[in-house]
């Protein structure tokens, strides 16, 4: 049996080792410590020039749930549009309701939109309700691909659903294991599972070379990336700091 290593990889630099290393397909994100987001036209097409393997694109419009607004679906119609300008080979997305069903409306739009491109619906597809009927809903919408974990936290505590999916899609739909796999466990995964396919980050801390160093300013934020709140921009917040703006011009000298 033969088992396709899929790479996420969110840097110019991450993408040409994952095709050294011997990935035989790219998920390209962008800010992967934020749970991936749509990466910018620059690095998908740096990549898609060159790499030689396929290139799947990450089309998320930001960070948080899946739950999204038309002005949020229509910035992911966009992308895909951008993304099959590009070239590559294949688009990586998923949208829920507010009850943790497939959205079949917006994914059909979006599977629409990728025309020949492949498919593959992300792990929003683990915090769905009900995997098995949402399976089964992706194959009529005639999604590729499904990455998950089997609703666990990791692939390897999954393993017995993915086993599950794998004999549901009956081949009608490819099912690729994600979730904390890495050379360790990804034999244990593959063998319990049954897949055909891994997702892997397969990532090790690389140290900045700049030798002049800030120590008391950083553009880190202390808050958590979480699945279910996001920090955003709001009208009210943006009002507050217009009006105390306005106060200060107010007491300026002309």
Known sequence: MTVLIEACVDAIDAALDADQGGASRLELCGELLQGGITPSAGLIGAVWEQVNIPVFVLIRPRMGDFLYTDDECDVMLRDIALARS?????????????????????????????????????????????????LQALIELGVDRVLTSGGAATALEGAGQLA???????????????????????????????????????????????SYRVNCVTLARPHTAADYDRMVTRADEISRIARAVGAVESALPA
């Open 86 to 134: 590009l070239d590559v080979d294949g688009v990586v997305f998923g949208a829920l309701t507010a009850g943790g069903d497939i959205d079949v409306g917006t994914v059909s739009q979006l599977v629409d939109a990728a025309g020949p491109l492949e498919v593959t619906f992300h792990r929003a597809f683990d915090f769905v309700r009900d995997q098995n009927v949402a």
């Open 164 to 210: 599950r999916l794998v004999e549901q899609a009956s081949g009608e739909i490819r099912i690729v294991a994600g979730g904390s796999i890495t050379a360790d466990n990804v034999s244990e995964v593959v063998q319990r599972s049954g897949v055909h396919e891994v997702h892997v980050r397969g990532a090790a801390r690389v140290e900045s070379e700049m």
